[in-house]
């Protein structure tokens, strides 16, 4: 197969972790007789000082032109003084899920038990680590409804949002849901408020319908989101993929997060409604963490999560499976073999961002 990705590394230590990750990625792909065709572009601040804004017209048509992007992270006080709507995330990130129509973003929730220590969930609960992905529903619900603030009689003020959500939309995600669930345990968990919500009364339906119909052998299941909040915490590694729609997914996601360490080794895809040339959903893929002004430059950066958002990429993007599982677990199996970044090293002796990938790179053979 011949694969064409947009580069678009951004800011701080985006242009770092992907410089380390890009020879890991094309060593995979040449030892499995793929090849790999990229073209790197300016985004975020970087669009800024290149050509004047965050998601430059070159950067959009070479996106356009390509089967996904493998993004880095923009941002930071460079380009802190500029309002709002032109800050680099806003202004690159908003506008790329808006033009590709990212409807599904999946947070892998993955914590290697050599890591165990890293989450703030004591570590005799996970003995196995955590492994989980989260499918969020990105373009509906309550962040893109109505809204509004009025005044009613009596001098009062009232704010109000709309929480909408179609069929068509609940279907299309739970897809992807199903696909993530397939290409691991199997196991689906739809997260949902159908006790009080129209919407989740409709999602839990829907969801349901659609397994149903589309994916007996899926095992899915139904949670709160209150219970759901209440399991990451109690016992993380119970989950398998986990469902749900806009809002509950940008604060589980988050949650998910936290309880799996540190930033540095957590991956994230959003996927598009369009397919690319080979039939595979277009997509974008990029860690999870933001630009790490903090550490930029200085050759810290934990290149995992740049590394696994590329994993994703031959899974989701291309279909190569074994591709992915071969990177992902040259990643797991440096960091089982005791090599670490300082994010991840917690006082013991650090490797940096170059060394760390060289070592990926060793262990691909
Ligand atoms: P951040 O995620 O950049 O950093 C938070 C902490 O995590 C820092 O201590 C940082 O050093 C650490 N960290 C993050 N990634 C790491 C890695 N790969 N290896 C080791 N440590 C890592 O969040 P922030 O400091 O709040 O934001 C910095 C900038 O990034 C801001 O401008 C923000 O807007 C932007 N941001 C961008 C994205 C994106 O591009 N998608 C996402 C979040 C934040």
Not at 211 to 218: G, K, W
Not at 249 to 263: H, K, N, Q, R
Not at 314 to 330: C, I, T, Y
Request: hydrophobic content about 45%; glycine content about 10%; charged content about 20%.
């Amino acid at each position: 197969m011949h694969l064409k990705i947009a580069v678009l590394a951004g800011d701080y230590i985006g242009p770092e972790v992907m410089d380390a990750a890009l020879p890991v990625l094309e060593t995979v792909l040449k030892r499995a007789g793929h090849t790999l065709e990229h073209s790197a572009h300016p985004v975020g601040g970087a669009g800024i000082d290149a050509a004047g804004k965050a998601l430059p017209d070159a950067t959009l048509d070479a996106a356009r032109a390509a089967d996904a992007i493998l993004f880095g992270s923009v941002g930071g006080p460079k380009w802190e003084h500029l309002p709002p709507a032109e800050q680099p995330e806003r202004a690159a990130l908003l506008p790329l899920r808006k033009h590709f129509k990212l409807f599904a973003n999946l947070r892998p929730g993955f914590l290697p038990a050599a890591l165990a220590g890293a989450s703030p969930i004591r570590a005799e609960r996970i003995p196995a680590g955590i492994d989980m992905v989260c499918v969020r529903e990105l373009t509906g619900g309550l962040y893109f409804g109505k809204k509004g603030t009025t005044t009613p009689a009596g001098g009062d003020t009232e704010a109000f949002d709309t929480m909408v959500y179609r069929k068509s939309e609940i279907e299309r995600v739970t897809d992807v849901a199903v696909a993530a669930a397939r290409s691991r345990g199997k196991r689906l968990l739809s997260v949902d408020k159908a006790n009080v919500l129209e919407c989740s009364v409709l999602w839990r339906r829907v969801v349901s319908e659609r397994v149903a119909a589309t994916a007996p052998d899926i095992t899915l299941s139904h949670m709160y989101v209150d219970a759901a909040a209440m399991q990451l915490v109690r016992d993380p590694a119970s989950f398998d993929v986990l469902l749900t729609e806009n809002m509950f997914g940008d604060i589980l996601s988050d949650e998910m997060a936290v309880v799996c360490g540190s930033l540095g080794m957590l991956s994230s895809a959003s996927l598009g409604a369009d397919k690319n040339r080979h039939g595979f959903p277009f997509g974008l893929y990029e860690p999870a963490g933001g630009s790490a002004p903090d550490i930029a430059g200085k050759n810290l950066a934990n290149p995992s999560a740049q590394l696994l958002s590329a994993a994703l990429m031959l899974r989701h993007s291309f279909g190569l499976n074994a591709e992915a599982d071969v990177l992902a677990g040259a990643v797991n199996a440096t960091v089982a073999a005791g090599i670490r970044t300082a994010d991840i090293a917690f006082g013991a002796p650090a490797v940096g961002t170059r060394e760390f990938a060289a070592e990926v790179l060793r262990r691909l053979g």
